[in-house]
């Protein structure tokens, strides 16, 4: 089992950037392809970026292909969000996510822990 904890989400100027971190407990965490997703008031979360828990292959979301990049650093249990070139529809909680030992996915289903979540609200 894992626990997930995100932090780093705030408030932003449209065109600016931030850093989502994904700290995760436990001693696996290099056994989990991690995956961020977000959700806005009023609308279902949506996938953003996944990696596969080789550190071989990531995942984008068309909206955010070229803006944000996922990492990870296994050492530090640690997954990473960065975002570059923010936008006002990049508004949203952003919850990082954990899936044992599978392939990259864009389904919320197919993961097995979440995190709480984090604000990011991006002001024109």
């Known amino acids: 089992q894992v626990q997930l904890g995100e932090s780093g989400g705030g408030l932003v100027q449209a065109g600016g950037s931030l850093r989502l971190s994904c700290a995760a407990s436990?001693?696996?965490?290099?056994?989990?392809?991690m995956g961020w997703f977000r959700q806005a008031p009023g609308k279902e979360r949506e996938f953003v970026a996944a990696i596969h828990w080789s550190g071989g292959s990531t995942y984008y979301a068309d909206s955010v292909r070229g803006r944000f990049t996922i990492s990870r650093d296994n050492a530090k249990n640690t997954a990473y969000l960065q975002m570059n070139s923010l936008k006002r529809e990049d508004t949203a909680v952003y919850y990082c996510?954990?899936?044992?030992?599978?392939?990259?996915?864009?389904?919320?289903?197919?993961?097995?822990?979440w995190g709480q979540g984090t604000q990011v609200t991006v002001s024109s």
């Open positions: 436990g001693r696996t965490f290099s056994s989990y392809t």
């Open positions: 996510a954990a899936r044992l030992a599978g392939p990259v996915s864009m389904t919320t289903s197919q993961y097995n822990y």
